[in-house]
């Protein structure tokens, strides 16, 4: 399981984590009913406010499987001098903020990958060189060909950088992730990240990057990131070195993959229907079909999520979060059925399994 920025910072959203999302891992795990389970939290396990690592702990307990520990931006030690003073506090609950270990023929590793400049809460996204050179020797010991799976919270790149241009990409993206892609070639590289809230798989030459929604959604408002994609955590599968996986949204069926708005629902596209498939990658297939005849595949379009749009659009209202907006995503998908009689949609992983909704 992997379960990004908890990020608590008061007792109601520490009880949250405590009573809704914890139990939610919980069911998973015993479903899984594996003994080689474990976690990964990748980072913004709290939100500035380290006192809550206890609750967060009391969270971890309950899993009962091993769980290692990302650093994130609001896991730091703001008001220091330089980077290096910023993980005290976070090494004294958890250890080191890079390692790497092996399970099976999987090779692990995480990195600490948010690099604070020495003035209020700034930081930007960045691999020091010591953390490179020990990678580089690292690898030395893993075979070529091998998968290699490498746990940082910013994330190395996403889409959000070409859905919004005029962004400043410093603190949302690794600044020098080049570098670490070329340590990666040779092998089958997966990047795990978090930190943005929502959902992007982004596949760049030999390393496939997995940007996961977040289990506090858009910081506890509400069910959703500002994407659309629930808030929840993923889970991966390991059979030798072949990795598969899913997103799990809590209080879900591992099963609901994908949300559909019925025509007009969408703001933008009023006459056409719509769906969100948040864990959606190239090797999908989406199609529909009308009394069991297929009709074709739906239009992947840059857009909002419409949920989102009702949720955390406007002044007035009821959320936790008042500055949270609407965020553009690269998993909408449209189209335009003849009939609403018997419409089925069915979308297909990359890894065969088949989710199918009737509208």
């Not at 958890?94 to 690099?115: A, I, M």
């Not at 009821?318 to 949270?324: E, G, L, N, S």
Request: glycine share 10%.
């Amino acid at each position: 399981m992997l379960l990004s920025d908890t990020q608590i910072q008061d007792d109601y959203e520490a009880d949250q984590l405590l009573t809704v999302a914890a139990p939610d891992v919980q069911k998973t795990i015993a479903s899984l009913n594996d003994p080689n389970s474990f976690g990964i939290g990748c980072g913004d396990l709290v939100f500035d406010k380290l006192e809550l690592f206890k609750e967060y702990n009391q969270a971890i307990q309950m899993y009962d499987i091993p769980f290692f520990q990302v650093i994130g931006n609001h896991d730091l030690d703001f008001g220091g001098r330089s980077d290096a003073t910023t993980t005290e506090t976070f090494k004294g609950h958890f250890g080191p903020t890079y390692y790497s270990w092996n399970r099976g023929e999987v090779h692990y590793v995480v990195l600490d990958d948010v690099f604070y400049l020495g003035v209020g809460t700034k930081y930007i996204g960045h691999i020091p060189e010591e953390q490179l050179a020990w990678l580089e020797q690292d690898l030395k010991l893993v075979e070529k060909g091998k998968t290699v799976v490498v746990s940082l919270h910013i994330p190395s790149y996403t889409g959000a950088v070409t859905r919004y241009p005029d962004r400043d990409t410093l603190g949302g993206t690794v600044s020098n992730r080049e570098h670490l892609y070329r340590m990666l070639e040779g092998y089958n590289a997966h990047l795990m990240s978090g930190h943005t809230h929502f959902n992007d798989n982004m596949i760049r030459g030999h390393v496939y990057e997995h940007c996961h929604g977040t289990v506090c959604g858009a910081w506890w408002s509400g069910p959703i990131c500002y994407d659309g994609t629930p808030g929840g955590y993923a889970i991966y599968q390991t059979k030798g070195s072949e990795l598969q996986w899913k997103y799990k949204g809590i209080g879900m069926d591992v099963n609901e993959q994908f949300r559909v708005y019925p025509t007009g629902y969408h703001k933008d596209f009023p006459d056409h229907m719509s769906l969100n498939c948040w864990n959606y990658d190239p090797a999908w297939e989406i199609s529909w079909f009308e009394n069991g005849i297929k009709k074709g595949a739906p239009e992947k379009r840059l857009a909002l999520d419409p949920l989102s749009m009702e949720m955390h659009t406007g002044p007035d209202l009821p959320t936790r979060r008042k500055w949270v907006e609407p965020q553009l995503n690269d998993h909408m998908f449209f189209f335009k059925p003849e009939s609403n009689d018997n419409l089925v949609i069915e979308a297909k992983d990359r890894f065969g399994n088949v989710y199918l909704k009737r509208v």
